[in-house]
């Protein structure tokens, strides 16, 4: 019974014996995994860390600049809009000098050369000019000028101390011409056609005046208004709106 017992006690310890030795040995087998690069490998990864970096942020200066860019863009686009802006309002005002299609009446005394008893005007009514500048407008005339002045809509055309004048322009010698403007040949076309038999002709003739009308042509210039512009009944806005 003893002997029986030794040899499980010795069996039992060589067990646990060979199983240490085995963990052991498995333990000497399989070392802990270190980096075993050299050097170079070392720098080669490196050296891509580097060109990855330099990469983003190449890519995010190329986004800054097209941030920018379009920035830039945006605010010489709103330029652009208020430029054209105040060119529109400068033309339809009558501050810029117009050419396009149109027509040019020339007002001359019916007696060039008048016999005895007999007086050549040299000054225009200024009803018959107002007269004038409303059958014109009837007939669709854009931009239209007397005697080189230009018309606006604050012109002012009126007779001081028996002398015609236009803003403060005296009109003192004859013959005039009167350049009007119109959107397109076709335009001009019709509007020498109806100052063909315009009322305008038969009142010019009864005091004393001829109002030829010239053929149409494609190149006719109005020039610019040049007399100071006066605003009445305007005030600027306050800031924030406020009454």
């Known amino acids: 019974?003893?002997?029986?017992?030794?040899?499980?006690?010795?069996?039992?310890?060589?067990?646990?014996?060979?199983?240490?030795?085995?963990?052991?040995?498995?333990?000497?087998?399989?070392?802990?995994?270190?980096?075993?690069?050299?050097?170079?490998?070392?720098?080669?990864?490196?050296?891509?860390?580097?060109e990855i970096q330099a990469n983003l942020i190449a890519e995010i200066r190329s986004n800054e600049e097209k941030l920018a860019a379009y920035e830039s863009s945006r605010e010489q686009s709103k330029e652009k809009t208020l430029r054209d802006t105040l060119q529109e309002l400068k033309i339809e005002v009558g501050l810029t000098e117009i050419t396009g299609a149109g027509i040019t009446l020339v007002i001359e005394p019916v007696l060039e050369d008048p016999g005895i008893g007999?007086?050549?005007?040299?000054?225009?009514?200024?009803?018959?000019?107002?007269?004038?500048?409303?059958?014109?407008?009837?007939?669709?005339?854009?931009?239209?000028s007397i005697d080189g002045q230009r018309i606006i809509n604050t012109t002012v055309i009126r007779e001081i101390q028996s002398e015609t004048k236009i803003d403060g322009h005296s009109i003192k010698s004859l013959p005039i011409e009167v350049k009007v403007v119109v959107n397109d040949m076709e335009g001009a076309e019709k509007l020498y056609n109806n100052m063909q038999v315009s009322k305008s002709r038969d009142e010019f003739f009864i005091e004393g005046f001829r109002l030829n009308v010239l053929t149409p042509s494609?190149?006719?210039?109005?020039?610019?208004?040049?007399?100071?512009?006066?605003?009445?009944?305007m005030e600027p806005v306050k800031e924030g709106g406020g009454s």
């Open 118 to 144: 007999s007086e050549t005007k040299h000054t225009v009514p200024s009803e018959l000019l107002r007269r004038l500048l409303n059958e014109l407008n009837m007939y669709q005339a854009k931009y239209v």
């Open 1 to 50: 019974m003893d002997r029986l017992k030794s040899r499980l006690s010795f069996t039992l310890i060589a067990v646990i014996l060979g199983f240490m030795l085995a963990i052991q040995f498995q333990t000497v087998k399989k070392p802990e995994e270190r980096d075993t690069r050299d050097i170079w490998q070392l720098r080669e990864a490196l050296l891509k860390e580097k």
């Open 218 to 233: 494609p190149s006719i210039t109005v020039p610019a208004y040049e007399n100071p512009i006066r605003i009445r009944f």
